[in-house]
């Protein structure tokens, strides 16, 4: 009934590209603050990216600051992550969650995620 698909994730080298999609359904989405999380191998999982329920604030890491867009779809039930700049210190699976709260929202309740994406950046 809820799922957060992501997609988009592979291999690149450094300097490259990438952009990362979620599609939600099953709840009202659009309703929820969208983040982007990733876990690199032996590490917690972090926050990267959360754009309110409107779309009109962002928020980001500062190891991505500059680099990385968050945005949602005219929907506001897809969200998406442009990546530029790739550095190998990016690799790690991409998540997408939904949740909402108070303060900033590296803090906020996600309630839903999805299975994650692969990025891999080689130098």
């Known amino acids: 009934q809820v799922q957060l698909v992501e997609s988009g994730g592979g291999l690149v080298q450094a300097g490259d590209s990438l952009r990362l999609s979620c599609a939600a359904s099953?709840?009202?989405?659009?309703?929820?603050?969208m983040g982007w999380f990733r876990q690199a191998p032996g590490k917690k999982r972090e926050f990267v990216a959360a754009i309110t329920n409107s779309g009109d604030s962002t928020y980001y890491a500062s190891s991505v600051e500059g680099r990385f867009t968050i945005s949602r779809g005219s929907a506001r039930n897809t969200v998406y992550l442009q990546m530029t700049r790739l550095e190998p210190k990016d690799t790690a699976v991409y998540y997408c969650a939904g949740g909402g709260g108070l303060g900033h929202p590296e803090h906020y309740t996600y309630d839903y995620w999805g299975q994650g994406t692969q990025v891999t950046v080689s130098s």
């Open positions: 099953g709840r009202p989405f659009s309703t929820y603050a």
